[in-house]
């Protein structure tokens, strides 16, 4: 069986300012790790995953994540982050063979102000 | 269509009624999967059909859930007897392959019961 913890609930930060939300996991198999957004009022969205290769991957708005086996975390990052990146952000995990059933963490609100 | 389609967004029932809730995937997405959101949480697995089929439906909790897919496109979730604890955002989404957890959600129904 897989979990996800995400520590914060909640993180407040300036815009412009650099963020990393926490994503840890646990997992008695190799892994694929995601990261999904859920803007207010929309469905949750893709905006990065791992699945093998180069343990550092990007989104097209500037986020990063970086896969850390050792650590057994997938934090996601962002240099400067803009009033719009306002919103909740999952991690989540799953196996291979599970059919890509996703185990989510509880969440981390992102709220950034001017 | 362009996205995975839910109806209808909010349903309000009274405790002890039934409910379906509707998805409806992308053209061509043979994965189907739903999860429930309760306040506060991450989304929880229920169930995920490969075609016509629910080739996992370990995340139901109880036998009062039941979904199905009979023409491998269009799902619905069915809820008996509804009780006040099963009020959460229901939601479903599609995948070509069903691998690879990149999935598109839908909006999600919102299903409160009093």
């Known amino acids: 069986a897989q979990s996800v913890t995400q520590l914060d609930s909640q993180v407040p930060v300036f815009e412009e300012a650099p963020v990393e939300l926490r994503c840890n996991y646990s997992?008695?198999?190799?892994?694929?790790l995601f990261w999904y957004v859920q803007y207010p009022n929309q469905g949750l969205q893709l905006l990065l995953k791992?699945?093998?290769?180069?343990?550092l991957v990007e989104s097209i708005n500037g986020f990063e994540a970086e896969f850390n086996k050792s650590q057994t975390s997938f934090h996601l990052r962002k240099p400067s982050v803009h009033i719009s990146d306002t919103a909740e952000y999952f991690c989540a995990v799953s196996g291979p063979g599970t059919a890509s059933k996703l185990t989510f963490g509880t969440g981390t609100r992102l709220q950034v102000t001017l | 269509g362009a996205g995975v389609s839910q109806t209808p967004s909010n349903k309000v029932t009274e405790k002890g009624k039934y409910v379906e809730l509707r998805c409806d995937p992308i053209s061509g997405h043979t994965a189907l999967y739903w999860y429930r959101q309760s306040l506060g949480q991450g989304p929880e697995f229920l169930i995920y059909f490969q075609g016509t089929g629910a080739a996992d439906d370990s995340g139901l909790p109880n036998d009062r859930f039941f979904a199905v897919r009979p023409e491998g496109s269009v799902s619905t979730l069915k809820i008996q007897r509804t009780e006040r604890g099963d009020s959460a955002v229901y939601l479903c989404?599609?995948?070509?392959?069903?691998?690879?957890?990149?999935?598109?959600f839908g909006s999600g129904t919102r299903l409160t019961v009093v």
């Open positions: 791992y699945l093998s290769g180069s343990t």
């Open positions: 989404a599609s995948s070509s392959t069903g691998q690879g957890g990149s999935y598109t």
């Open positions: 997992s008695s198999v190799s892994v694929y």
